[in-house]
């Protein structure tokens, strides 16, 4: 069994080499100066005067795309937390508890607390002309909050984290998402329109639909994080 | 300099094939979640090799001085972000399995999981 396993992993791996050598050439050389798909990408950011490029491509070129990326993300943390409830004949989780936190320590989390949130908000406010966007910034907030449990402990997460809040904000993320789009579709005639007023390149007004956009995939990703992290901190498994 | 020009490809290629080897070697469902994150790793180098070009700037339009050098390629940046995302999220449910596997049967080797339990 175990040799037949490997025998049908080498066969495979060798035929998916063979094909790499043969297909490899076929590809553009790296560092090539021909990007046609770049071109045509940077004239639409500049068009919808979209500072940050990627963030043109995600909201606006391809924001259809990223509602199905986005819907992905927003099923895989529903079914990471179905998953992981207690089960019946369970009873409730023993909370993590913390040790000796060093009074340094304490201190760093607390610091670390404030700043990781003011940027990871940052980050989505400002996707639409710098690097970021409601993705990063999103992740940054949300796992950020943790901080509170490294540098206190658990009560203290639990105080600042209303879960039944965060619920209904990932779903509104989701919602929200939907319904810029759907306001594109009655404004604009399309779905996902980019139907705001533009505003001038590098402005904070700028970008259109981009900008909002991100701030509900932030509000999404975000919550979703916590809620996520959330499940995954009270399995209490002991394995032999 | 010419075959330099495709080593990022064989890097891509090699990543793949490590996290799949990974993937049929692992004793443990933790450690094969990790070797399909290392495959999935394989794509993010293909597509961001694909966008690069050389003495290229950031795509940001306004931050540097992009009217006389080139931007690199926005859009295998932009799929390369969103396919991270998700395949976080992804990875954070084959955990929630693993973690529901581990419950149930005790165990989080592969190979012990053939008896079926209603």
């Known amino acids: 069994m175990k040799r037949l396993r490997w025998l049908v992993c080498w066969f495979g791996i060798c035929t998916f080499g063979i094909l790499l050598i043969f297909a490899i050439p076929g590809l553009p050389p790296v560092g090539d100066v021909s990007h046609p798909y770049r071109d045509l990408a940077v004239r639409a950011a500049v068009e919808h005067a979209t500072a940050n490029t990627v963030a043109s491509v995600n909201f606006d070129t391809r924001a259809f795309d990223t509602l199905g990326e986005e819907a992905i993300f927003f099923t895989a943390v529903l079914g990471a937390i179905a998953l992981l409830r207690p089960a019946r004949h369970e009873k409730d989780r023993r909370l993590p508890h913390s040790g000796r936190v060093l009074a340094s320590t304490r201190l760093a989390g607390y610091v670390f607390l404030g700043i990781t949130t003011v940027v990871g908000w940052d980050v989505v406010a400002h996707g639409h002309l710098t690097p970021g966007g409601g993705f990063q910034g999103g992740i940054v907030a949300g796992s950020g909050l943790h901080l509170a449990y490294v540098a206190g402990n658990y009560s203290v997460l639990q105080r600042i984290r209303p879960l039944r809040l965060l619920e209904i904000g990932e779903a509104a993320g989701v919602v929200g998402f939907i319904g810029i789009g759907l306001a594109g579709l009655v404004c604009a005639g399309s779905f996902l329109t980019n139907f705001v007023p533009m505003g001038i390149l590098g402005g904070f007004l700028s970008g259109g639909t981009v900008a909002l956009l991100n701030a509900v995939v932030g509000l999404e990703v975000g919550c979703g994080v916590v809620m996520l992290l959330s499940r995954f901190l009270e399995q209490d498994l002991v394995m032999t | ?118």
């Open chain 2, 1 to 118: 300099m010419r075959s330099m020009a495709y080593f990022p490809y064989f890097v891509a290629g090699w990543l793949m094939v490590m996290g799949a080897v990974g993937i049929v070697w692992s004793r443990n469902l933790v450690r094969a979640i990790v070797c399909l994150s290392v495959t999935q790793s394989g794509t993010y180098v293909l597509l961001l090799a694909i966008g690069y070009q050389r003495h290229a700037v950031a795509p940001i339009l306004g931050a540097q001085d992009e009217n006389t050098r080139p931007l690199v390629d926005p859009v295998v940046q932009a799929m390369t972000l969103t396919d991270i995302v998700v395949s976080a999220g992804v990875t954070a449910l084959l955990l929630a399995i693993a973690v529901q596997v581990a419950r149930r049967h005790r165990t989080t080797d592969p190979d012990q999981l053939s008896t079926l339990t209603g």
